[in-house]
C-alpha cells in the first residue's frame, strides 16, 4: 500500500539553527499539505501545495519558515532560525485533488 | 474565522459501555473527516462525510453529520481496549480541501 514518507523521524537542534523536513508524497497526488501539531493539540495547516504551486500560505510563519515543492513531487520545510515554540511534530500529507487526505509518519523536532 | 470544537477533551470509559463524541463546527461545511492517532504516531483516516445526514460505520465505530447543525458524532458501541486512542474531526469550508482541526478526544478505555 502506498505511502506518504518523511524524513528524518526525529530532530533535535539548538534554538537559532537551521533545521529541514522532506516529505515523498503518495504517487500521483497532485496535493501536498503541510501541519504543524503542538503536543496536545490538533494539527494546524501551514502551507498547502497544488502541484509545484503554493495554494495556501496564511499560516506559515514566513519570516522564519520556507516551502518548496519544485518539480512537484517531494518537498522540503526548512526553519531558519528554529525558536523553542517551534518545537512540535510536523507532518506532511497528501491527496488527490478535493479528497481524502495521507498524513505520513510525522517529524517530531525538539529545539533545544 | 472557523472554529472546530470537540467535546469532551478526555473520556475515560469502561469496556463494554457506549458513548458519544462531539464535533461542532462554526461555518457551513459539507464536508467532514474523522481521524484517530496513537500517542507519538501519525493520523489515520476512519471517515469521510460528504453530504447532510451521511452515516458511515466500521467496526464499533459509527459517525454522522448534521450540516444543518453544523455538528458531527462519533459513536463508539461497546468500547473495547484497542480504541484507546485520541480522536479527530477535520472540517474543510473550502472546495481546496483545506482542513480545520478541532482540538481532539483523548479516549481512554479501561479493562
Known amino acids: 500500500e502506498a505511502e506518504v514518507a518523511q524524513s528524518p523521524r526525529y530532530k533535535i537542534t539548538e534554538k537559532s539553527q537551521a533545521v529541514a523536513f522532506w516529505c515523498d508524497p503518495i504517487?500521483?497526488?497532485?496535493?501536498l499539505y503541510w501541519y504543524r501539531q503542538i503536543l496536545g493539540q490538533g494539527p494546524e495547516l501551514l502551507v498547502q501545495?497544488?502541484?509545484?504551486?503554493?495554494?495556501?500560505d496564511s499560516q506559515l510563519p514566513k519570516d522564519r519558515f520556507s516551502a518548496e515543492r519544485l518539480k512537484g513531487v517531494d518537498s522540503t520545510l526548512k526553519i531558519q532560525p528554529a525558536e523553542l515554540g517551534d518545537s512540535a511534530m510536523y507532518l506532511c500529507?497528501?491527496?488527490?485533488?478535493?479528497?481524502?487526505?495521507?498524513f505520513g509518519p510525522g517529524t517530531r523536532l525538539t529545539v533545544t | 474565522e472557523l472554529k472546530v470544537e470537540q467535546n469532551p477533551l478526555f473520556l475515560s470509559m469502561q469496556e463494554g459501555k457506549n458513548y458519544t463524541i462531539y464535533c461542532n463546527y462554526s461555518?457551513?461545511?459539507?464536508?467532514l473527516y474523522w481521524y484517530r492517532q496513537d500517542p507519538g504516531k501519525s493520523l489515520e483516516s476512519l471517515f469521510v462525510?460528504?453530504?447532510?445526514?451521511a452515516v458511515k460505520q466500521e467496526g464499533r465505530l459509527m459517525a454522522s453529520l448534521d450540516t444543518k447543525a453544523r455538528l458531527s458524532t462519533l459513536h463508539i458501541t461497546a468500547a473495547v481496549h484497542d480504541l484507546s486512542a485520541t480522536y479527530f474531526c477535520?472540517?474543510?469550508?473550502?472546495?481546496?480541501?483545506?482542513?480545520?482541526f478541532g482540538g481532539g478526544t483523548r479516549l481512554m478505555v479501561k479493562p
Open positions: 462525510l460528504l453530504s447532510n445526514g
Open positions: 500529507a497528501s491527496s488527490l485533488v478535493s479528497y481524502e487526505q495521507y
Open positions: 501545495f497544488q502541484d509545484e504551486s503554493v495554494v495556501d
Open positions: 477535520a472540517v474543510d469550508i473550502s472546495s481546496g480541501n483545506m482542513l480545520t
Open positions: 504517487s500521483g497526488h497532485a496535493t
Open positions: 461555518t457551513t461545511s459539507d464536508r
